[in-house]
């Protein structure tokens, strides 16, 4: 996707490189192609390439009581390599994404 964030193939979501994408709405029940385990959960995807910049991602500092938020940093081949959340005691707020190669001071 070169525009914007929006819905692959009017699915699921999808986004340019370093850009979250997300669906601002439910998945339709007959849809098969994504597993959405939670009619309630807002799923969202990036592809993020950190040889070419640093990342920020920002995650919510105020959760309602029974509520969390989760989010899961895989690879290409879906091994989860961290895992951020107030599920798992991680502070919510921004999150700078680095490659291997960032040398020095963080952008």
């Known amino acids: 996707m070169k525009d914007g964030p929006g819905a692959t193939l009017g ?13 601002d709405d439910y998945m339709s029940p007959a849809q098969r192609k994504v597993v959405t385990p939670n ?13 070419a910049e640093a990342v920020v991602v920002q995650s ?5 009581p029974g509520h969390y938020w989760t989010l899961q ?14 599920a798992s005691g991680t502070p ?6 680095v490659g ?3 040398a020095g001071r963080a952008p």
């Open 11 to 23: 699915l699921f979501p999808g986004a340019p490189k370093n850009v979250m994408g997300y669906l």
């Open 39 to 51: 009619n309630d959960t807002i799923y969202g995807v990036s592809f993020v390439d950190l040889t």
């Open 60 to 64: 919510p500092t105020d959760v309602p």
């Open 73 to 86: 940093i895989a690879d290409l081949f879906t091994t989860v390599v961290h895992q951020l959340g107030s």
């Open 92 to 97: 919510g707020g921004k999150h700078l994404l």
């Open 100 to 102: 291997s190669e960032l």
